[in-house]
T-cell receptor, first 115, second 114 residues
Framework: KQEVTQIPAALSVPEGENLVLNCSFT??????LQWFRQDPGKGLTSLLL?????REQTSGRLNASLDKSSGRSTLYIAASQPGDSATYLC??????????????FGQGTILTVHP | KAGVTQTPRYLIKTRGQQVTLSCSPI?????VSWYQQTPGQGLQFLFE???????NKGNFPGRFSGRQFSNSRSEMNVSTLELGDSALYLC?????????????FGPGTRLTVL
């Protein structure tokens, strides 16, 4: 059974810091990994999608890496801003079997960036 | 391009009632997945529909059901509501539901069961 763990559970940083969020998964047989952002009471916004054949993806100040062999992904946020405050979720799409449409999520990292 | 829409955004029901939630996917997307989000369990997969067929199902009781229409819009139904069904229900759409697709989520429906 795929399990996804995110560390830390919460993070509070001053504006301008570079930070790293971690995601680990137990089953390396994944097709892709997706990072999301969720604002309080809202839906999920897709940030980055990394296919299993890729090692990293970049979008603006965000960079996500994927190491299938070690079962880890990191989301790097450069020059953090108060507007980055949200819950960040990683999710994996497992390979094989009846995997249609099913993402397995971590519990998320609550990020607070204070001015 | 319009995103995933969900209606209604908020619902308050009492135990024993039933509820129907609706999801309209991004135009051109044929796969719709449903998730339940609670503070204790996080995000859990309910089921996925593609071309009006349920292809995948999570570990939820039979009180949770769904369907998809020919225009890819999907509905989720919960019968005999329990207090523990209070949650944010999210739907996501993707092109085909295969594992190479990116999933896009709607704003969710907040269900409160009293």
């Amino acid at each position: 059974k795929q399990e996804v763990t995110q560390i830390p559970a919460a993070l509070s940083v001053p504006e301008g810091e570079n930070l790293v969020l971690n995601c680990s998964f137990t089953d390396s047989a994944i097709y892709n990994l997706q990072w999301f952002r969720q604002d309080p009471g809202k839906g999920l916004t897709s940030l980055l999608l990394i296919q299993s054949s890729q090692r990293e993806q970049t979008s603006g100040r965000l960079n996500a890496s994927l190491d299938k062999s070690s079962g880890r992904s990191t989301l790097y946020i450069a020059a953090s801003q108060p507007g980055d405050s949200a819950t960040y979720l990683c999710a994996v799409w497992r390979a094989g079997g009846t995997s249609y449409g099913k993402l397995t999520f971590g519990q998320g990292t609550i990020l607070t960036v204070h001015p | 391009k319009a995103g995933v829409t969900q209606t209604p955004r908020y619902l308050i029901k009492t135990r024993g009632q039933q509820v129907t939630l609706s999801c309209s996917p991004i135009s051109g997307h044929r796969s719709v997945s449903w998730y339940q989000q609670t503070p204790g369990q996080g995000l859990q997969f309910l089921f996925e529909y593609f071309s009006e067929t349920q292809r995948n199902k999570g570990n939820f009781p039979g009180r949770f059901s769904g369907r998809q229409f020919s225009n890819s819009r999907s509905e989720m139904n919960v019968s005999t509501l329990e207090l523990g069904d209070s949650a944010l229900y999210l739907c996501a759409s993707s092109l085909s539901g295969s594992s190479y697709n990116e999933q896009f989520f709607g704003p969710g429906t907040r269900l409160t069961v009293l």
